[in-house]
């Protein structure tokens, strides 16, 4: 598979100013000259330097047709993204040009890529390491500017480094260890317990720590997921709409205007937060409102807070009951919406359901209580003072699991000197550290987890 040269359409499949193709492989040049005509002279593009850009046209080559103006970039391995020999194809951005492109590629010998093959064949020749290419897939679908620079770190090394330092103090230990075990007529130093205690202690504190960061991680890389929830009509789109400062949703003072979930991401106070506006919920024989409803149902039971709203217009009824039911036991902030009109509803038997619950008074309509409400959510998910240029965040759930393994396999080391176990009992725990970091950077992971990780890659990346 790593000998194949392999293409795709490397920009998104639509009209726009520039499309780009992307080859990469040992025959990339080679094909990609078969089609290409530089209008200075004839010039070969396996005769250029590596890093240059070329103006031209693609052709069909048994007709001399011109298929679209190009500009031709080529890079030769290993100083591409791949460390192959790359070019890509600039042309203009259209889906009949890009794919006619692709097709004379594709014909010429190259073979279509497989999603994330491109960041795969940088991983498996050595680019970077697996974290690495996950970063470029954070980075990809980053919707704060937090996920954005945390991704970022990411991809330039930020984890690689700290688990190459832990690992290595892990190799350092096992290698004395065992050293001391396999050969001891060779004057090595005496394993001292208390030292090799403190040294896994420090190399504990460093992953401990690391995994303590996964829950602020986490909020930086998806942010808070946010479910708003209610009955139909209350207010529910026009407090997204207030909150986004623009009309998202469609508002109408008919029950049951919104039929499916709508995501939105926003900031609040640095805090990245994911937005659901979901259908409202209560009993309906419309077929296509039951999926609406079913699918709010689903948003609420994976929300990290429920924003609950209700018309404080109106009387409480079964339907506001329903709903106090299914959230009394979450993260809720209850909102006591069109407060501009005569207040009707029982706020004290609502208190009394949701007593650890947050009750503010709003206006979707005029836009009133809106701070109050963003307040309250940075009270309830403050990060403190995220400076991800200097911390380091795990915010992959793959990473944090890895951690968790490896600090089990650490403390058991520490129950074995404790008990006066022997020192090979040691190196066989230390060892099953050192795999499960390894499986962070990709050093000790098997092809099955390598292969589900780049399937979640577009073409062309």
């Known amino acids: 598979m790593l000998n194949d040269t392999i293409c795709s359409i490397a920009t998104a499949l639509s009209p726009s100013g520039i ?26 593009l396996d005769q250029v330097k590596s890093h240059t850009i070329h103006y031209g046209h693609i052709i069909m080559p048994t007709t001399d047709e011109i298929i679209d103006e190009v500009i031709v ?7 591409s993204f791949t460390r192959e020999d790359v070019v890509e194809i600039n042309c203009h951005g259209g889906i009949m040009i890009l794919e006619n492109v692709l097709k004379l590629v594709l014909t010429m010998g190259a073979r279509l890529s497989e999603p994330g093959e491109f960041t795969k064949r940088a991983f498996m020749n050595g680019r970077i390491d697996l974290s690495q290419a996950e970063a470029v897939i954070d980075i990809i679908n980053s919707k704060t500017q937090l996920s954005l620079k945390s991704s970022v770190n990411q991809l330039n090394g930020q984890l690689s480094k700290k688990m190459d330092f832990i690992m290595n103090q892990l190799i350092h230990l096992i290698a004395h260890i065992e050293a001391s075990i396999d050969y001891p007529e ?4 005496a394993l001292n317990e208390n030292k090799v205690k403190l040294d896994i202690e420090i190399i504990i504190k460093d992953i401990y720590e690391l995994m303590q960061s996964y829950d602020s991680g986490k909020l930086i890389r998806e942010g808070i997921s946010t479910a708003i929830i209610g009955k139909p009509n209350v207010g529910k789109s026009s407090l997204l709409n207030a909150m986004l400062k623009e009309d998202r949703a469609i508002v109408t003072d008919i029950p049951g205007t919104t039929r499916d979930v709508l995501e939105e991401y926003m900031n609040i106070h640095g805090i990245p937060l994911k937005l659901v506006d979901t259908a409202g919920i209560r009993i309906t024989e419309d077929q296509i409102e039951k999926i609406g409803v079913q699918r709010s149902k689903s948003k609420l039971e994976e929300a990290d807070l429920i924003i609950f709203v209700l018309d404080a217009s109106r009387a409480l009824d079964e339907e506001d009951l329903h709903i106090i039911e299914l959230i009394k036991d979450r993260e809720v902030i209850c909102l006591f919406n069109k407060m501009d009109l005569d207040e009707k509803i029982d706020r004290k038997r609502i208190e009394a359901i949701l007593n650890h619950g947050c009750m503010i008074d709003i206006s979707a309509k005029n836009i009133e209580g809106i701070d109050a409400l963003e307040h309250a959510i940075k009270d309830m998910f403050y990060l403190g003072e995220i400076d991800v240029n200097n911390d380091l965040y795990i915010t992959n759930v793959r990473h944090k699991n890895a951690l968790e393994k490896a600090l089990l396999s650490l403390n058991e080391v520490l129950e074995s000197i404790n008990n006066r176990m022997p020192e090979d009992c040691w190196s066989i725990d230390l060892k099953n550290a050192y795999e499960n970091l390894g499986i962070i950077t990709g050093d000790t992971v098997n092809e099955d987890v390598i292969k589900e990780i780049f399937s979640r890659f577009c073409l062309g990346k």
Do not use: C, Q, T, W
């Open 19 to 44: 499309g780009i193709i992307r080859v990469s492989g040992d025959n990339s040049i080679a094909i990609v000259n078969k089609i290409f005509k530089s209008v200075h002279n004839n010039l070969k």
């Open 73 to 79: 970039s080529v890079m030769k391995g290993p100083h």
């Open 186 to 189: 060779y004057d090595i130093e």
